[in-house]
């Protein structure tokens, strides 16, 4: 991969970090973790007792080991104390017994605690899916779609495991390593302390492991997350991919993100490669060699027998399992953990939105009158560009009134301060009088229905797009009415389910002009007293445009509310009550079509530029084309020829 590949992939990959988040904040896992079995505590503590209990029972296999070679001792040197067949169904009730005993409790274990985790995983995930619909626009002006999509999907799996089956099994290692060692004091308490004072050389050695796994243990909100939004991106643009035969390049780029954390992956796994391999050394060694060397001391000493040698041993080495695979357990946790606190820093987000003076928002009283007072406003993520600036405007109810200008004069910004998908940074916005962020959000949002250049239809019948977002109970005549007025009741009839038709994934089977009138039904039916129409027909052809036009002065007419217009096609807005020009973010012009066109000023020159481009696209007919390609090339050829003799 190129210098520069790399230095590409690597923005790609900073991209998808939380700006906000600092890396490696400091949090305390416990308070997570009760957060966490808050939502299903009676079956977690019966699993973590069912695992313990699993665990005690496991290291029943020392004590049955040292029994079984004291019986098979007996019968080896005919001492008398054990004969057969006695001996042998003794060796297999006991064993019958134990393996009956760990069976019950690892099926208890596995079944509750992968019901725990499913449950709680399950939670989170609405919990975190709400509070993404919750947040504020400018949340998500910093976050990317697929960062988030990312992070419910796999934040979420991780908790599952972390709280899940692997915390069960760090319970299981705990009870192994409480039956193991109780059991070897039992049995020789002298070679357990033995061995037991060569605990700190392995305490040494699994620190360093755990040093070592721990460094290459991922904690990043995801590992993959700059490859699943790139993915993502991909198939949801997939027409466009094909179209530019682009599928290549997007394979090449793919790999390119995905190829960074591979090489990542290769140095850590040779360190923690290194680290098991160091662990296990010191574990046969350093302990297990020098506890059978002193074990047969003892036994030449006649202060031990065999059995009680081996069943110490083999005590303290399921016991010493289970501690280390604690240790190997832990990683899996505290991802989980991490995960559940990155989910939970979302979920306890407070929306950064103006709250309501005085108590909870009003729920009545909007009529439609909107009145910006010296408005200044720049978006979060350029707030050193002020998109307005002292911005004054009036809009009468009932009335209206289109916004247009140039590119990046602030027109749409209107309707993102109206939605307050955000707030402004001074000044006021008044509703009726009314500051506009005293009113419930929900509410003000029910009042206002928005068509936009590109609106957005879920995958859902058009019956229930039509009707999403509506508060009350709406009958189907009431769906259809809608449609009626909205000009949409004719090819959705077409159809053979009708209304029950699925639009597709982003209303991919519609064509632009069906979507425009699905939106504009879904607007009558809310009833709204503003209606908002951003660039409402700015993407379609001329037929569709005239039918969707149509359409909208048909339902601006009928509703009798406050219609504010963004256009970009200046044909649309001339029966408008009001124009306003802006520019820079300020008024320059405003009045009636007739009275602007009679100054001259700003707006005359962009309905005359309008026009003439109209004009000119009218005359680029396909011969058109051909004669003034014909033209050009036998002028470049004379040009060429002037050139040669002039040479």
Not at 234 to 239: A, Q, V, W, Y
Not at 394 to 414: N, R, Y
Not at 535 to 541: G, H, K, P, Q, R
Not at 548 to 559: F, G, K, N, P, T
């Amino acid at each position: 991969m190129t210098e520069v590949s790399k230095d590409y992939v690597n923005s790609e990959v900073k991209k998808e970090q939380d700006p906000e988040e600092p890396e490696n904040e400091p949090f305390s896992k416990r308070e997570v973790l009760g957060r966490l079995i808050q939502f299903s505590r009676c079956e977690f503590y019966s699993a973590c007792l069912s695992a313990l209990l699993n665990g005690i029972s496991f290291s029943g296999f020392a004590f049955g080991f040292k029994y079984a070679i004291e019986w098979l001792s007996d019968i080896e040197h005919d001492t008398g104390n054990s004969k057969m067949p006695d001996a042998g169904i003794h060796i297999a009730l006991l064993f019958g017994g134990i393996g009956v005993a760990c069976g019950v409790f690892m099926f208890l274990q596995m079944s509750i605690f992968v019901r725990v985790g499913m449950r709680i995983s399950c939670h989170m995930r609405r919990e975190y899916y709400a509070a993404l619909l919750k947040q504020d626009i400018s949340f998500h002006d910093q976050k990317t779609s697929s960062q988030l999509n990312a992070s419910l999907a796999s934040d979420a799996a991780l908790v599952n495991v972390g709280v899940g089956t692997q915390f069960g099994l760090t319970i299981q290692h705990l009870g192994e390593f409480i039956g193991g060692f109780g059991y070897s004091f039992y049995a020789s308490p002298t070679v357990t302390s033995f061995m037991l004072a060569l605990m700190p050389v392995l305490m040494v050695i699994g620190w360093i492991q755990g040093k070592i796994a721990s460094a290459t243990t991922n904690t990043d909100e995801d590992e993959y997350a700059a490859s699943m939004g790139e993915s993502g991106e991909t198939l949801g643009g997939l027409r466009t991919v094909k179209s530019l035969n682009a599928e290549i390049a997007k394979v090449k780029h793919f790999g390119e993100i995905v190829e960074v954390k591979s090489e990542e992956k290769r140095y850590a796994a040779w360190r923690m490669g290194m680290g098991m391999g160091f662990f296990l050394f010191g574990t046969f060694a350093l302990c297990y060699g020098p506890a059978f060397c002193f074990g047969a001391f003892q036994i030449d000493a006649g202060n031990l027998t065999v059995d009680d040698l081996l069943g110490a041993i083999f005590g303290v080495i399921i016991g010493g399992m289970g501690l280390g695979q604690i240790g190997a357990s832990w990683p899996d946790i505290e991802k989980g953990l991490i995960a559940a606190y990155r989910m939970f820093k979302v979920i306890d987000r407070t929306p950064e939105v103006c709250k309501p003076d005085g108590g909870p928002g009003k729920k009545s009283g909007i009529q439609g009158r909107i009145e910006f007072r010296n408005v200044t406003f720049a978006y979060p993520t350029r707030k050193e560009m002020n998109v307005y600036d002292g911005l004054d405007c009036d809009i009468k109810l009932g009335s209206t009134v289109a916004f247009c200008g140039p590119t990046g004069c602030g027109k749409s910004t209107i309707v993102n301060l109206i939605e307050r998908f955000y707030d402004p940074d001074n000044g006021q916005i008044l509703l009726d009088g009314e500051a506009i962020h005293n009113y419930d959000l929900q509410y003000l949002r029910s009042q206002v229905s928005l068509v936009s250049q590109e609106p957005v239809l879920f995958d859902a019948s058009i019956k229930e797009n039509i009707a999403l977002g509506v508060t009350r109970e709406v009958t189907d005549a009431e769906i259809v009415d809608a449609a009626k007025r909205a000009n949409a009741h004719d090819f959705i009839d077409s159809f053979p389910d009708k209304y029950n038709t699925r639009v597709g994934e982003k209303g991919s089977q519609m064509s632009g002009g069906q979507k425009q009138r699905i939106a504009i039904a879904r607007a009558i039916l809310k009833r709204s007293k503003i209606i908002l129409l951003d660039e409402a027909t700015s993407a379609l052809d001329t037929k569709s445009e005239k039918v969707v036009q149509d359409a909208l002065d048909r339902m601006i007419a009928a509703e009798q509310c406050t219609c504010i217009v963004i256009a970009h096609r200046l044909s649309t807005i001339q029966n408008a009550d009001v124009i306003i020009v802006l520019e820079r973010g300020k008024i320059i012009e405003s009045g009636t079509h007739q009275k602007l066109m009679q100054k001259q000023g700003v707006y005359a020159h962009m309905v005359d530029a309008q026009k003439m481009a109209l004009s000119e696209d009218a005359d680029l007919s396909p011969k058109a084309l051909i004669r003034r390609t014909s033209l050009s090339d036998e002028d470049s050829a004379v040009s060429a020829g002037r050139t040669n003799i002039s040479v």
